[in-house]
């Protein structure tokens, strides 16, 4: 990449500094993968557009490149139910950390995070049958509270996943899982 192409990429010319720039690309970004769905496909095309900015930015100055990782907990327990619980609360993890540094490089490992997360969310409906579900498109994600009350229902009542929403984003899930790039 060129300067001039950094200048663009970067749009420049609509703020003081090639930092301020740069900084308002990573805050974008972080946004985005703060607000949708961990869906790998779009968070591998954010993976690349995180390291054209920090290209980008290297041909103005050296940027900050701290970054923090979590160790990603098992989903553990015996129910979908206490699973799903683990992956959320990797997930609030992972996000979490997002924010305490704005650099390409804690934005690559929280995206690295969240897909790796959502692998082993997968793997952990690997068993269940989503055969009669209808599909959905992937980046509609069941709010986390209804499949939470959905699941939590299951495990309490021991009764087999019925609804037609919880079976959907299980498929949904399941079908993100394939695309993972290992």
Not at 34 to 42: D, E, R
Not at 51 to 70: G, M
Not at 114 to 121: D, E, G, P, T, V
Request: with cysteine; proline share 4%; aromatic share 8%.
């Amino acid at each position: 990449m060129d300067k001039k192409t950094a200048e663009i990429l970067l749009n420049i010319n609509q703020f003081d500094s090639p930092l301020d720039a740069y900084e308002s690309c990573l805050f974008d970004l972080r946004n985005f993968v703060f607000q949708n769905p961990v869906i790998p496909k779009v968070l591998y095309n954010k993976l690349k557009k995180n390291k054209q900015f920090f290209e980008a930015i290297s041909h103005f100055e050296k940027v900050d490149s701290r970054y923090i990782t979590i160790e990603i907990a098992p989903l553990t327990g015996t129910h979908l139910f206490d699973k799903f619980v683990c992956y959320e609360e990797n997930k609030s993890q992972i996000k979490q950390n997002l924010s305490k540094f704005l650099t390409t490089k804690n934005i690559e490992v929280g995206i690295t995070q969240l897909i790796q997360n959502l692998s082993l969310w997968s793997e952990a409906l690997s068993g269940v049958d989503t055969s009669g579900a209808e599909g959905v498109p992937l980046n509609k994600e069941l709010d986390v509270l209804s499949t939470f009350k959905l699941l939590e229902s299951i495990k309490e009542n021991s009764t087999p996943i019925g609804d037609p929403q919880l079976l959907s984003e299980l498929n949904r899930v399941k079908e993100l899982g394939k695309s993972i790039q290992t």
